[in-house]
């Protein structure tokens, strides 16, 4: 599933102008009652494959998570061919709509044909508790990762990227799709290979259309946002707009419309002035800008169709796109958006090497009960049931959060030393003596502020941590009154929350992106001729 920044309508349905109601979903059928709350068991999918995943299937390790899904890795039982399943509990089935988006995104994927730029999708179960999603394996990592990982990159290579990208674009609105959440993240390779296809894995937002249709949900995540969605009014003209914000990021490594605030954020994506000035804007073609601009149109009717970017002069022509490398930092703008916050994770270890022999003790005791098959190593579900055991009552997003911060080698568990620090993480609201000790690590001068020198001087030792354009965003993203330095409390604001972008898009609540929405319908500051000022 995808993320959802908006209410729903009641069915989910578009609204049908030309006769002023909604149109009937056609997936809008019975659910047996009893879905919400857990109640009585109730269908989901109309023809699955079969009743027990795991009958045929044996599934391994964890590999991501969504709002309503977990994805494992997947191996058949009878050939070991590998796969990736999605399981998504009922329990997170709450209301008709939930149960509405999984069989949507199930039909959605078996109605597209087979491409090599889109993930399939193999088989479907369903039992009392859970509907599986056996689909194809993509294992060569996300589309910014695998970019940053390049030791040269270049507007040519934007150009290929792009080009996949919108051809995926293209393949859905001819078949009546609308995907409705193209961002970075739902872009991966599919294996680990210099040739590997990108392929798009994510239809948990897509919807289908005809031609004509107007829908008014608020969906999606906001940077990628078209100003119509906000407007409640758009078509697949959306899917366009969120190709050309991922453009505009390959090529610069920001986004173009930023702010501090999910309010700032929607003001600047109505506005729609796109900034061609910052670095490495100068250095890049006027094709490849050309491009940027009639993608983000804010007028639906002006903005390009799927196949007339495909059209335009600068991916008929990627082989006369520059091959001249964009600059590093382009990468390490695009780093941030892909790595954990590095800061972050040295102050928890920080705190972990200042705890008392009793707090440890205690810790190890904790990690012990967790640890049901006595491995050394315990799994997010041992987490979970262990951190509710000990009063931790925390959704599975945030303990997924809480697993990345603390899985220090990425092998999907947490060993004893990992875990202590994620103990630490956990008491961090409560016991400002850790956070203190912490904050003093890194004030090597006992300033009461934690300077650039002092932030370079604790990152040393780390991959990045010679890497300027790294360090100056790590200090822009945690000091947020700009006075160049880190004080106590922004540094204590940062261990209480993320600062990673990518995630904090997740975080957006329905509520508060729709009731903004609304406010903003009814300023009148944003109208649309003022929306094209300064392009």
């Not at 999708?121 to 369903?126: F, G, P, S, V």
């Not at 507007?155 to 674009?169: D, G, K, L, P, S």
Request: glycine fraction near 8%.
């Amino acid at each position: 599933m995808g993320n959802c920044c908006g209410t729903p309508t009641a069915t989910g349905s578009p609204v049908n102008k030309k006769k002023g109601k909604k149109k009937q979903n056609p997936f809008a059928v019975g659910y047996g009652g009893g879905y919400a709350n857990g109640g009585s068991k109730f269908t989901v999918l109309q023809e699955p494959t079969g009743r027990e995943v795991e009958a045929t299937y044996e599934l391994g390790r964890e590999l991501g998570r969504g709002e309503f899904g977990i994805t494992y890795l997947c191996t058949d039982r009878e050939n070991g061919d590998v796969f990736a399943c999605k399981k998504i509990s009922k329990k997170k089935l709450r209301t008709a709509v939930d149960i509405e988006d999984v069989r949507r995104e199930v039909e959605i994927m078996k109605h597209m044909p087979k491409h090599p730029n889109i993930v399939t999708l193999k088989d479907t179960y369903e039992d009392d508790h859970a509907v599986h999603l056996v689909m194809e394996l993509c294992e060569g990592g996300e589309l910014f990762d695998r970019i940053v990982s390049r030791g040269h990159y270049t507007e040519r290579a934007a150009a290929v990227v792009m080009r996949t990208i919108v051809e995926v674009v293209q393949m859905c609105h001819k078949h009546g799709v609308m995907h409705r959440d193209l961002k970075p993240e739902n872009f991966l390779f599919a294996n680990k290979r210099e040739t590997a296809a990108l392929k798009a894995i994510d239809f948990g937002l897509s919807v289908f259309f005809t031609p004509g249709e107007r829908f008014n949900e608020i969906v999606g995540s906001p940077y990628y946002m078209a100003p119509e969605v906000l407007k409640r009014d758009y078509g697949p003209e959306i899917d366009v707009w969120s190709a050309g914000v991922i453009l505009y990021i390959l090529l610069c490594g920001m986004p173009p419309f930023w702010a501090e605030t999910e309010q700032g954020v929607a003001q600047a994506i109505i506005k729609s002035v796109i900034n061609f000035k910052r670095d490495p804007w100068p250095k890049v073609s006027d094709n490849a800008k050309d491009l940027v601009k009639k993608m983000l149109d804010p007028d639906p009717n002006r903005r390009l169709t799927a196949q007339q970017v495909l059209e335009h002069p600068w991916l008929q022509n990627i082989k006369q796109a520059p091959n001249v490398s964009l600059g590093e930092t382009v990468k390490a703008r695009l780093k941030q958006f892909s790595m954990m916050n590095k800061l972050k994770k040295r102050a928890l270890r920080v705190i972990a090497e200042h705890l008392s022999v009793e707090e440890v003790a205690g810790i190890k005791e904790g990690f012990d009960l967790m640890d049901t098959g006595k491995k050394g190593k315990i799994d997010i579900e041992e987490l979970k049931a262990g951190l509710f055991k000990l009063g931790h009552q925390i959704p599975d997003s945030e303990a997924q959060i809480l697993m990345e911060a603390a899985d220090v080698d990425g092998d999907g568990f947490l060993d004893c030393g990992e875990f202590v620090a994620l103990s630490v993480h956990l008491k961090r609201m409560g016991n400002d003596e850790h956070l203190h000790k912490a904050f003093a690590y890194f004030d090597k001068n006992e300033s009461g502020f934690i300077e650039i020198e002092e932030l370079r001087e604790a990152l040393a030792d780390d991959a990045d941590g010679n890497n300027e354009d790294v360090i100056n965003a790590i200090m822009q993203d945690v000091d947020t009154d700009k006075d160049g330095r880190i004080s106590y409390e922004e540094f204590g604001a940062m261990m209480k929350a993320g600062t990673d972008w990518r995630k904090a898009s997740r975080q957006y609540s329905r509520e508060r992106f729709n009731s903004l929405s609304l406010k903003l319908m009814m300023e009148g500051s944003f109208k649309e001729e003022e929306a094209r000022k300064g392009r």
